[in-house]
């Protein structure tokens, strides 16, 4: 009951913040992105973390939901010139086209959702084709196997004899996208992906907490003992593939409403990677993680870190010395909070031992001697950055921004294994009860056993 | 004569060249405890995996309460390293003994009769969650909870099969009755085998003992009609043992079980089981009563030695 | 007819070698840590860009060992850096910190190189044109073949007859018990990823003579169907891995010979469909008798 206010309060917000002027856009582009690489890694949060197989194939189920999507809404009337390259091209039809004719405005919506729908089940249909002979494989296998089915997936699209249909290596564009859409005078273009994509991720929950969902944890946790208590595998690891990608699909198809262009190309493994790493800085089995660290992916790589890649130039030397000073601080903290670290798991940078024949030896905390000479040399560098009558900053140019995003999933990824979140999601209602006082049971995953 | 529950024929199964059981024959009638004893390595778990699906057996065949549910005979490459008997006892090239006509076709009836699939090269190997709805139900020797669940669900999950709702039935909760009802029942195991204070912990946090009680009650959810117990004594002190004891015999009393075990704890064992069989090198060496194994001589040379206080 | 495909076979053993010298280093490091190095590819593309940089400012004789060098150090870095210390965790794990180190590579190859594609210098004799039975194509496509034979039958070698080559015979049967047995376990490891990233930084000196741009995501396809070699091959099989290198070159070949060039790239992974549905040890891959 919480959780839907609580959705309910965020749309509104939401809509607040596609009307309200003065909004910096980069924020609504971060929260509409964000949206939907939270259901695409949801989706695949459900089939890795939940069900326990590493499939890498995403990319290539959102490019079928996508083209699916983008196919079936191009306005008739568009058709001849997006196809230009192949005569007679386009389906003929456009759904939202003909329903938005019948119904106005809401017929434009119900055609959307049956086109979205439409573009899942497309996608559910070739994730069942593609399982039968993949689910078998064991997981690094599969990984490798699911990879290539996507690439197989995406020069198929890109094929010339299908160009009639998805228009080649070419962009489709001219479709029905978010901001087609209005309620009267107001724009929902923020509101609309939250609310597709928030109905699918209420679902999946749904999913994950019902008799079904606890099958495919335990498929994930012991899949001999999953068997031995009733539990068919290969039916349950089909179920999980085939509804991982129905929401991968209708995810591709609401990229391709936010992009208002759809094309093969930007669906490589790249974008299969990126989610994954979204799904393991949230924490693999944790709904919440996987919702949160897409928006913090997203806003980090569109946004936040952005200054980076730019090339600055610090005002004068008295802004020089505060930068100098705050970075040299930095640096010997980092340095000061490693070493005391090794220093109390017994592992100091030099350390006399007995050597096992006798006799004593030295032995050298390799990390730790790196550290202090990375340490000195940055300090070294910042003394001299002061005294240099330089007022440019090194480093920050084009691209820096994606290399420190780089080493900071990297960081994520050696030393937090564990997330953002774990395993445990964040319990709406039980957040709500603590908040008023009152004890309840812990929110140890999503609903216990209230729901 | 009490009906047969288990009948296991021929039971055969081999690794390669290794032969795991050779030429296993057994059977368990209603609401028996029996046991199956024998040295470590003697093929007692690949016995119960053959018997509950998780291997295809090279040769032999499976019956449960009458239906053959696992049946096959060596083909391929098995063929050739096939080192057990009568590999041609499970197919179509199978002839009856007898010398007339008549007589054999009396064979031939009976046969049928017991194998519906006699005479014909029929195999039958389905996944384990197949015979585990046919209403058998088993534990490992090494525990096999679910780690990232807690006792009540490891419980719960194992309610899944008897789950009648579809997917999509059961993602928009048009299940609820269903849903409560098992939820009542797995409340009930988790009282039966006095695990109620311990129902939201972490399965695997458990001490061993209390783990070896969760197996069980997961056991008990899929609602057998048969359980086969892997070494359930193991890890347990002789407290907990004579707790067990009694509790398996309740168990078969309350839940109208048929119980099938592995165990090396003789005291348990001997106190408990109507009926033992004993197994060495994969070979069936003796079968009876408590007291006609405690006395039989092959079987004190292989397995139980002499007591002390003799 | 001979004329005709001879372009074809030439190009696909030239470029099938080069995918072979690759395919060594994904089998040998899969074969001991049971890792898909996904950033061995990248590594491949990082000894192409050190080239571009090397020559334009140092003599061949010196850039030519520098860059092997130091691709080798680049290599042995990877694995202590993100494959070390997840040594005891789940697979998963490390898979994804190779994905997330191949990551990492690109986005520095594109910050460092500005974006913009690189011209691979022009190794004389290397890239001579030279005339093979009436066809005119560069020396690149001769030497490959031969060069990667050698290497391999060399490599060979050392893993038969070597006490290195034991040991890592030995790890990749069973890694805990080569611990147990005194093998020292970083050594063999760090040693597989020297072997893998100078095979590498070879290979590209090859494949960049006949493809000379490159950028930052240009390592990505071959490094993927290199790994599909080692696969078709039969994983932990160098011979395999070879044998399968040339095999994907040569069908490639032929195939963007009929003209359907956008599929080149999806017979590749059509091949590892094929070959995990029927055979997934692959071609020289040993069967494990499970024993449960």
């Known amino acids: 009951m919480v959780t839907v206010v609580l959705l309910a309060a965020l749309l509104a917000l939401m809509l607040l913040l596609d009307n309200l002027p003065g909004v910096p856009s980069m924020l609504l582009t971060v929260l509409r992105k964000g949206a939907i690489y939270a259901l695409v890694a949801v989706s695949m949060n459900l089939l890795n973390g939940f069900t326990g197989l590493f499939s890498l194939g995403q990319a290539g189920f959102m490019l079928l939901g996508a083209y699916t999507y983008a196919v079936l809404t191009i306005p008739v009337g568009s058709q001849a010139s997006i196809y230009q390259q192949y005569k007679g091209g386009g389906v003929g039809f456009s759904i939202t086209e003909s329903l938005t004719g019948a119904m106005g405005g809401f017929g434009t919506l119900l ?64 479709f029905t996208s978010f901001s087609d859409f209005h309620l009267g005078a107001l724009k929902l273009s923020t509101v609309m992906p939250f609310l597709f994509s928030g109905l699918c991720i209420a679902v999946v929950v749904l999913l ?91 806003g980090c790589s569109e946004w936040w870190l952005r200054f980076l890649d730019n090339e600055t130039t610090l005002k004068n030397f008295n802004a020089k010395l505060i930068f100098a000073i705050v970075f040299g601080l930095i640096v010997l903290g980092l340095a000061v909070v490693i070493l005391r670290r090794d220093c109390k798991k017994g592992l100091p940078p030099l350390r006399r031992i007995t050597a096992p024949g006798g006799g004593k030896r030295v032995r050298v905390n390799w990390s730790a001697i790196a550290s202090i000479v990375l340490a000195v040399a940055l300090l070294g560098w910042d003394v001299w950055f002061v005294i240099s009558p330089n007022l440019k900053l090194p480093l920050l140019r084009s691209g820096f921004r994606m290399v420190v995003f780089s080493v900071v999933i990297m960081i994520m990824v050696l030393f937090f294994r564990r997330g953002l979140f774990g395993d445990s999601e964040l319990d709406p209602a039980a957040l709500w009860d603590s908040l008023r006082g009152r004890r309840t049971q812990s929110g140890r995953s999503a609903g216990g056993d209230r729901r | 004569m009490s009906k047969n529950v288990l009948k296991v024929e021929h039971a055969t199964m081999q690794f390669g060249g290794v032969v795991a059981v050779d030429n296993m024959n057994l059977e368990v009638n209603e609401g028996e405890i029996v046991s199956l004893i024998g040295p470590n390595g003697a093929g007692k778990t690949t016995a119960f995996n053959v018997i509950t699906g998780v291997y295809a057996p090279s040769n032999g065949r499976v019956a449960f309460n009458g239906e053959t549910i696992v049946r096959n005979h060596p083909t391929g490459k098995m063929k050739k390293l096939y080192k057990g008997s009568d590999p041609e006892l499970y197919t179509g090239a199978y002839r009856a003994e007898a010398d007339t006509p008549e007589a054999r076709a009396a064979l031939e009836q009976a046969e049928k009769e017991r194998d519906p699939y006699a005479f014909s090269d029929h195999v039958i190997a389905p996944t384990p969650d197949k015979i585990t709805k046919l209403g058998m139900a088993r534990t490992f020797q090494n525990i096999r909870l679910w780690k990232s669940q807690t006792v009540f669900e490891n419980i719960l999950i194992a309610k899944h099969c008897r789950v009648t709702a579809g997917l999509v039935a059961a993602t928009f909760r048009a299940n609820r009755a269903e849903e409560q009802r ?74 109208k079980l048929t119980v099938f075990l592995i165990e090396h704890h003789m005291d348990l064992v001997m106190d408990i089981s109507d009926r033992i069989y004993v197994l060495d090198f994969g070979k069936l060496i003796a079968d009876g009563t408590p007291a006609e194994i405690q006395n039989n001589q092959r079987v004190i040379d292989a397995y139980l030695g002499v007591s002390n206080d003799a | 007819m001979a004329a005709k495909i001879l372009p074809y076979l030439l190009g696909g053993i030239s470029v099938g070698g080069q995918y072979a010298l690759i395919a060594i280093g994904y089998t040998m490091v899969y074969g001991i840590l049971r890792l898909i190095n996904f950033a061995h590819g990248d590594i491949f593309t990082v000894a192409g860009f050190l080239m571009v940089y090397a020559a334009a400012t140092m003599p061949l004789y010196v850039s030519v060992p520098l860059v092997i060098v130091l691709t080798i150090l680049l290599g042995v870095l990877v694995e202590k850096v993100a494959y070390r210390p997840l040594r005891t965790a789940p697979r998963m794990s490390v898979m994804i910190s190779a994905i997330g180190m191949s990551y990492l590579l690109q986005n520095l190859m594109w910050y460092v190189t500005g974006g913009l594609a690189k011209q691979y210098p022009t190794l004389p004799w290397v890239s001579d044109k030279v005339t093979v039975a009436g066809y005119s194509t560069s020396r690149v ?152």
């Open chain 1, 208 to 298: 994950i907490n019902s008799t079904y969902g606890r099958a495919f944890k335990a498929i994930r946790d012991d899949e001999v003992a999953a068997e031995a208590m009733g539990i068919n595998l290969a039916r349950h690891k089909r179920m999980s593939f085939v509804i991982s990608s129905f929401f991968a699909g209708i995810s591709g198809a609401l990229l391709a409403m936010y992009q208002a262009s759809v094309q093969a190309v930007t669906f490589k493994a790249a974008m299969t990677y990126e989610i994954l790493l979204i799904v393991v800085i949230g924490g693999i089995g944790s709904i919440t993680g996987s919702v949160v660290a897409s928006f913090l992916f997203v």
């Open chain 3, 141 to 292: 496509t001769l030497i490959t073949p031969i060069l990667t034979v050698v290497l391999v039958v060399a490599l060979v070698a050392l893993i038969k007859k070597t006490k290195v080559g034991m040991a890592m015979r030995a790890a990749s049967r069973d890694f805990e018990t080569a611990q147990l047995m005194g093998i020292k376990l970083n050594s063999v490891i760090s040693f597989t990823f020297v072997v893998g990233s100078g095979l590498a930084a070879v290979g590209s000196m090859l494949y960049f003579s006949n493809y000379a741009t490159v950028t930052p995501t240009v390592g990505a396809m071959p490094g993927l169907k290199a790994f599909v070699a080692a696969v078709f091959g039969g994983i932990g099989s160098i011979p395999g891995a070879v044998i399968g290198g040339f095999i994907i070159g040569i069908c490639e070949s032929f195939i963007k010979g009929t003209g359907l060039t956008t599929f080149s790239d999806a017979f590749t992974f059509a091949l590892l469909i094929v070959i995990l549905a029927v055979k997934p040890t692959g071609l020289f891959g040993e069967n494990l008798t499970e024993k449960v």
């Open chain 1, 111 to 174: 055609g959307v959702v049956i086109c979205l729908i439409l573009a899942g089940i497309v996608a559910g249909l070739f994730a069942y084709l593609i399982g039968l002979p993949v689910l078998r494989l064991k997981s690094d296998y599969l990984a490798i196997a699911t990879l290539g089915f996507a690439e197989i997936l995406r020069a198929l699209i890109q094929y010339t004899k299908l160009g009639p249909i998805t228009n080649g290596s070419n962009l489709l564009y001219g």
């Open chain 2, 182 to 255: 098992h939820r009542e029942e797995c409340e009930e195991l988790l009282r039966v085998m006095d695990l109620e204070k311990v129902r939201n912990e972490p399965a695997t946090s458990l001490p061993y003992g209390m783990q070896r009680r969760v197996e069980i009650a997961r056991a008990l959810a899929t609602e057998p009609s048969l359980l086969l117990l892997d070494e359930p004594a193991a890890g347990m002190n002789p407290q907990e043992t004579d707790e067990l004891t009694s509790f398996i015999g309740r168990i078969r009393d309350d839940f």
